[in-house]
């Protein structure tokens, strides 16, 4: 048994605007940072007390976490990973876990599945794989649907296995779509939060025919585009008739961004996730660079935010040192 091991989950954008609930594409910011969560595992010493987990804190968002070990999702998964191995009539030692929080939370980013992933993904490494990939992949689904109020895996699967994620809804599926080389998604988070449940709370319950019908179009011709490399028709599907027009009034600023980051030459421009974060998608890296600087300057609401210009993170959730 290794005497630690750390697993980093990428953060993700869902929805991606034309697949709402549905498409999720995890993130790899091309400065080399990692934006996203971190667990770390180890044995207690000698001197530690054995008999329940112990949680540590760190990170840039750490501060935000609920103060109480057992209000923190991280621990939930400890338990609950500790409760699917009994029913493999396995019995886990509790360990010291050390989650470093780099993800804000509310952000849009997919900050609860990061922590989620990378603490099922580190207990299930570090127990040999006790748990099957489609077990496992059941068990993370269960705990996000516990924080946001149903179960979508547009941020789950994506942050598990990387990439561009089409996670149809209802069911425990999800496929890879292909991910055109040249482009990049800048994503800003402007520092303030936005909790998912308010953010579903303005969208309607139902929506008129004529407007499923478009959307389901729209979808398809996306999916078809990037299976037939028509990056230019992919990147024109990518705008949303089903949440946008609802939340857009949460998002102060987002209005304004949208027009002048197309000036820029930003393909699309969308809401990540329920937001706050914003991106723009771009082929061309000086237009990527022209569109942070606006972002930075016009978007970012205080010191706190931030502002990335990402490729997709084709690893997913991965050991590192």
């Given at each position: 048994m290794a005497r630690e091991l750390s697993v980093?989950?990428?953060?993700?954008?869902?929805?991606?605007?034309?697949?709402?609930?549905?498409?999720?594409?995890?993130?790899?910011?091309?400065?080399?940072?990692?934006?996203?969560?971190?667990?770390?595992?180890?044995?207690?010493?000698?001197?530690?007390?054995?008999?329940?987990?112990?949680?540590?804190?760190?990170?840039?968002?750490?501060?935000?976490?609920?103060?109480?070990?057992?209000?923190?999702?991280?621990?939930?998964?400890?338990?609950?990973?500790?409760?699917?191995?009994?029913?493999?009539?396995?019995?886990?030692?509790?360990?010291?876990?050390?989650?470093?929080k780099r993800l804000p939370i509310g952000s849009g980013l997919g900050s609860s599945a990061s922590s989620i992933v990378a603490a099922l993904e580190a207990l299930n490494r570090w127990h040999d794989n006790l748990l099957g990939a489609q077990q496992l992949f059941r068990l993370m689904a269960e705990m996000e649907g516990g924080i946001s109020g149903?179960?979508?895996?547009?941020?789950?699967?994506?942050?598990?296995?990387?990439?561009?994620?089409?996670?149809?809804?209802?069911?425990?599926?999800?496929?890879?779509?292909?991910?055109?080389?040249?482009?990049?998604?800048?994503?800003?988070?402007?520092?303030?939060?936005?909790v998912t449940r308010e953010a579903r709370a303005v969208l309607p319950d139902e929506i008129p025919r004529a407007l499923a019908v478009s959307h389901a179009a729209q979808f398809a011709e996306f999916v078809h585009a990037l299976h037939t490399a028509d990056t230019h028709r992919a990147a024109e599907c990518i705008y949303d008739?089903?949440?946008?027009?609802?939340?857009?009034?949460?998002?102060?600023?987002?209005?304004?961004?949208?027009?002048?980051?197309?000036?820029?030459?930003?393909?699309?421009?969308?809401?990540s996730g329920s937001g706050p974060t914003i991106f723009a998608l771009t082929d061309d890296f000086a237009v990527a660079?022209?569109?942070?600087?606006?972002?930075?300057?016009?978007?970012?609401k205080n010191d706190q935010g931030f502002v990335h210009i990402c490729r997709a993170d084709l690893g997913g959730a991965r050991s590192i040192e």
């Open positions: 980093y989950a990428p953060a993700s954008i869902g929805n991606l605007s034309v697949g709402f609930d549905s498409l999720g594409l995890a993130l790899a910011p091309m400065n080399g940072k990692l934006l996203g969560d971190v667990v770390r595992l180890r044995p207690f010493t000698a001197l530690e007390n054995k008999s329940d987990w112990k949680l540590s804190l760190d990170g840039p968002f750490a501060a935000a976490l609920p103060e109480k070990q057992e209000e923190n999702v991280v621990i939930a998964c400890c338990r609950a990973y500790q409760r699917a191995a009994a029913e493999a009539d396995r019995d886990i030692e509790p360990l010291h876990v050390l989650l470093d149903e179960v979508h895996l547009d941020n789950i699967a994506p942050c598990l296995y990387g990439g561009l994620r089409l996670c149809p809804p209802g069911g425990e599926q999800e496929y890879a779509l292909p991910w055109p080389a040249a482009w990049s998604v800048v994503v800003c988070w402007p520092g303030t939060r936005l008739p089903i949440a946008e027009p609802y939340r857009r009034v949460l998002l102060p600023g987002f209005d304004d961004a949208r027009p002048e980051l197309q000036k820029i030459g930003a393909l699309a421009v969308g809401i660079r022209r569109v942070e600087s606006w972002m930075a300057a016009h978007y970012r």
